[in-house]
T-cell receptor
């Protein structure tokens, strides 16, 4: 069973659209949750952490449902510059673990004019 | 803004050769990581390093791989005898504390390794 599973995409949306990405994770020991963004052939960059109560950062809203092991990201009023691959990432921390990131394969978003 | 740097940006090598990938983590960070991403696939954890020793490693990180922090700034990944399937983008990352909600891992720009 895949550890972090995401919508396969790609999502092709017009500017100004609202788009939602979903993610499920298999390990209930996962303790921290993140959305990263990755531009083509670049490194992953943290978009936002995901808190249990849900959190918002400008046009971006993240939700976490621990019972369902489900994470979501909502992007409102999408911009051309939002075009990227969005990576759902969980962090397993146990015992002496330093907390290694487990990545989903990512969902590609393409925002068109 | 401080950043993780990696050299070289692209390394081409022949199968069976040794390669060393170099990283300079952010200066006050204490935890260091290597990840790899095969083209078109997900980012995969290789190894974490803290207090001058390996903290954890994945099953990918076999005897062909080693890491070292030879001085106060560099963090290296060595592949002893490269295979074709080692071709990937290798990312170094660092964090100030154990990764969690309040301690982000910062990624370097990556080294693209091509094994011929």
């Amino acid at each position: 069973r895949k550890e972090v599973e995401q919508d396969p995409g790609p999502f092709n949306v017009p500017e100004g659209a609202t788009v939602a990405f979903n993610c499920t994770y298999s390990n209930s020991a996962s303790q921290s949750f993140f959305w990263y963004r990755q531009d083509c052939r670049k490194e992953p960059k943290l978009l936002m952490s995901v808190y249990s109560s849900g959190n918002e950062d400008g046009r971006f809203t993240a939700q976490l449902n621990r019972a369902s092991q489900y994470i979501s990201l909502l992007i409102r009023d999408s911009k051309l510059s939002d075009s990227a691959t969005y990576l759902c990432v969980v962090n397993l921390v146990y015992g002496g673990s330093q907390g290694n990131l487990i990545f989903g394969k990512g969902t590609k978003l393409s925002v068109k004019p | 803004e401080p950043e993780v740097t990696q050299t070289p940006s692209h390394q081409v090598t022949q199968m069976g050769q040794e390669v060393i990938l170099r990283c300079v983590p952010i200066s006050n960070h204490l935890y260091f990581y290597w990840y790899r991403q095969i083209l078109g696939q997900k980012v995969e954890f290789l190894v974490s390093f803290y207090n001058n020793e390996i903290s954890e490693k994945s099953e990918i990180f076999d005897d062909q791989f080693s890491v070292e922090r030879p001085d106060g700034s560099n963090f290296t990944l060595k592949i002893r005898s490269t295979k074709l399937e080692d071709s990937a983008m290798y990312f170094c990352a660092s964090s100030v504390a154990r990764t969690g909600r309040f301690s982000e891992q910062f990624f370097g720009p990556g080294t693209r390794l091509t094994v011929l």
